[in-house]
């Protein structure tokens, strides 16, 4: 199953409990279909960067949040209509982050361990 990130801005209430829902019924409608909820994170309430309109309203702030997941593409097209029906969302996007896990992880080569210069070394250059 391919490897998704959703990015989301919800509009913003004063009760917690909206945007938990949405981000709950959005996680039980991946794992429902078959599909596995890697990551959900909440970037707070931000001021739009311009006046949005959704669902015939106006909007100025919203919540920011994104969820990495693993679905088919099936599951992915109903749940961007379940979201794009939901009054709560002000905008989204989905990105398709690779085919498998490992397509998304670096390999350990592409790592550089750097060592800081101990106090008996008269090199004071890194070291690779």
């Known amino acids: 199953m391919p490897l998704y990130q959703m990015f989301c801005i919800a509009s913003h209430f004063?009760?917690?409990k909206?945007?938990?829902?949405?981000?709950?019924?959005?996680?039980?409608?991946?794992?429902?279909?078959?599909?596995v909820v890697r990551n959900i994170q909440y970037s707070?309430?931000?001021t739009l960067p311009q006046r949005m309109r959704r669902h015939k309203q106006y909007y100025t702030i919203g919540d920011y949040w994104t969820m990495d997941f693993d679905t088919s593409p099936r599951t992915l097209r109903t749940l961007a209509g379940v979201i794009r029906r939901d009054p709560r969302v002000i905008r989204w996007t989905m990105l398709k982050l690779g085919e498998k896990a490992e397509d998304v992880v670096a390999s350990?080569?592409?790592t550089v361990d750097r060592h800081l210069?101990?106090?008996?070394?008269?090199?004071?250059?890194w070291s690779s």
Request: negative net charge.
């Open 14 to 16: 004063r009760e917690y």
């Open 18 to 35: 909206h945007i938990k829902d949405l981000v709950t019924m959005s996680a039980t409608h991946v794992m429902n279909e078959g599909g």
């Open 44 to 46: 707070g309430t931000q």
């Open 108 to 110: 350990p080569e592409q």
């Open 117 to 125: 210069p101990t106090s008996s070394s008269k090199n004071t250059h």
